[in-house]
């Protein structure tokens, strides 16, 4: 690692980037180079079809990703690349690099959790559990390592071919659903020493975005009460009840809540209620997600909650602890990075939609009530900063946003229309919709990684509005203590309830072409009419 992070620390301090001592390229062979690599993905689609399939089929929460990351490790170090594993104090984490010597760290790093009770058969458009209230990909986290992996192979061969020198990271965003895992690499420095990061994330079209992304930063916080046990109905008054606590803090939150700007949201469960009825609770917590488009506003909105979190304690007699389980800073994307991927995104273009594909998009636009337009046949343009921020969703890469030059490439594997979160979601993830998007967003990859190992220059670019745009007022502050560790039980309960019947459903490439023949699924399956 350490020649990795001498060759980022130039850039930092402004080594320009022929010091990288690269081979010059023309523009023709470039522009050779990145067909071949182009090519070179699209021959590798059975491939990225097994993978899709293959963590699909082993449907893992956050934090308990085990199959899913000896099978994705097991396919980088058969091809070359050394792995560490359990970093940042996670068992399911790992860090695979390749390198051909000096030249640009790149790093390329996607999702592999999926969603609470999510779980249905592929290909199938209505609800079919294929284990009634497990866990499923209703976020499709399946597609995202796969691309990157055929992406990494595809310039792998290129730059051992052609002498390239450089640097292919790979990594996962374990439990991301939870906001959970990409704050502790970035407060343990995983990210000293890389010149530029590719995230990848499942989209219903092709595209890529520069500047504040729509959407929130968010802050995880689990509030715990305790207090002194009694008999509910012989001696209440003994009592000091935690669970009341619980209720009194979520009552206060609500009411603040109608005070919270727009751009805010704040949601929360009870993860812990008592026991029974009979006894007064002792213990009893509530979770909280606090999000915010800047900053600032999560940190004001967890003081506030602390707060009404004391208030609850000092009303009930009982006393409050509370614990970080993950962060997320407002994403912003580079420009540079951005400007280059959407050109080759136009270059590349959408999948070719079959009308089985089609068919499938509109039975299942029909079946959640959305307007039955089927998938997407045209291209978004180039995302760009709006004169409006609009609140949503959060993920934690922005907290490597904040260390590294990053942008997301959002690639089609699902349909327009769902509501997200939902088993929905997961209709698409294992047929070829999802393979065909994973292909086409593979080549983007692969083409945008050629262009920044052969142009180092366009490295210097990127972390030029890095310094002088995006930090220049303002500063990354991480969210998480050296002190907070990151919440690898979680999950573990569902887990264990639910492998057991999961097993029964890992797909076996060695006897099955796909995931769909497997199940016996006949793609596409529609409600007749």
């Known amino acids: 690692m350490r020649k990795i992070i001498l060759v980022g620390l130039g850039l930092l301090l402004g080594v320009s980037g022929a010091a990288f001592g690269q081979k010059k390229f023309s523009p023709k062979q470039i522009e050779a180079l990145k067909s071949e690599v182009a090519q070179i993905v699209q021959d590798n689609h059975k491939q990225s079809q097994v993978m899709v399939d293959k963590i699909f089929s082993f449907a893992e ?31 399911t984490a790992w860090w695979a690099t390749w390198s051909n010597g000096e030249g640009p760290v790149i790093a390329l790093g996607s999702d592999v959790d999926n969603i609470p009770k999510a779980s249905q058969y592929p290909g199938v458009a209505y609800h079919k559990p294929m284990v009634d209230g497990a866990p499923g990909h209703g976020e ?58 590719i995230f990848t994330h499942v ?88 999000r915010d488009v800047k900053y600032d506003g999560i940190m004001e909105m967890y003081e506030q909650a602390n707060n009404i979190a004391k208030g609850a304690a000092l009303m009930t007699e009982t006393t409050m602890d509370y614990k970080v389980l993950g962060t997320a800073w407002p994403r912003h994307f580079n420009k540079t990075i951005a400007e280059a991927m959407f050109a080759n995104i136009q270059k590349v273009g959408l999948p070719e939609w079959d009308e089985k594909d089609q068919t499938l998009a509109k039975a299942v636009q029909k079946e959640m009530g959305s307007e039955e337009k089927g998938l997407a046949t045209e291209l978004i343009d180039l995302g760009v900063p709006s004169e409006e921020i609009r609140s949503g969703g959060s993920d934690d890469i922005g ?46 990859e692969a083409m945008t990684i050629l262009d920044f190992l052969l142009q180092p220059e366009l490295v210097d670019q990127a972390w030029e509005y890095f310094k002088n745009v995006q930090t220049k007022e303002e500063t990354y502050k991480p969210m998480i203590t050296a002190d907070d560790a990151p919440p690898i039980y979680l999950n573990e309960g569902i887990m264990k309830q ?20 497997q199940l016996g699924v006949t793609y596409p399956t529609v409600k007749k009419d």
């Not at 995202?144 to 002498?163: D, F, Y």
């Not at 490597?400 to 690639?411: C, I, K, N």
């Open 61 to 91: 929460l956050g934090f308990q990703e085990i199959e899913s990351s000896k099978y994705l490790t097991g396919v980088l170090e058969q091809n070359g690349f050394e792995i560490q594993t359990g970093i940042s104090g996670i068992p």
């Open 399 to 444: 907290d490597v946003s904040w260390v590294v030059p990053t942008v997301t490439l959002r690639f089609p594997s699902n349909i327009p229309g769902l509501p997200g979160h939902h088993w929905s979601n997961a209709i698409a993830m294992a047929t070829p919709i999802a393979h065909k998007g994973v292909t086409q967003g593979a080549k983007v």
């Open 203 to 290: 989209a219903n079209n092709l595209g890529v975005s520069w500047g504040q992304a729509n959407g929130t930063g968010l802050i995880s916080v689990e509030y715990s009460f305790s207090g002194d046990a009694a008999h509910s109905a012989g001696a209440p008054w003994r009592g000091k009840s935690a669970a009341d606590a619980v209720e009194l803090m979520n009552i206060g939150w609500n009411y603040k809540r109608e005070h919270l700007h727009p751009l805010k949201r704040s949601h929360s469960i009870i993860t812990d209620g008592g026991d029974q009825p009979n006894v007064v609770p002792s213990k009893a917590s509530i979770w909280y997600y606090f």
């Open 498 to 517: 639910f492998r057991p019947s999961l097993e029964k459903f890992y797909y076996d490439e060695t006897k099955y072409d796909s995931y769909l023949e």
């Open 140 to 197: 499709g986290h399946n597609a995202g390592i796969p691309l990157n992996i055929t992406a990494a192979l595809a310039v792998k061969q290129i730059m051992e071919r052609e002498n390239i020198g450089g640097t292919l990271i790979l990594w996962p965003g374990i439990a991301e659903e939870l906001v959970a895992a990409k704050a502790w690499y970035t407060r343990d420095g995983l990210f000293e020493g890389v010149d530029m990061c």
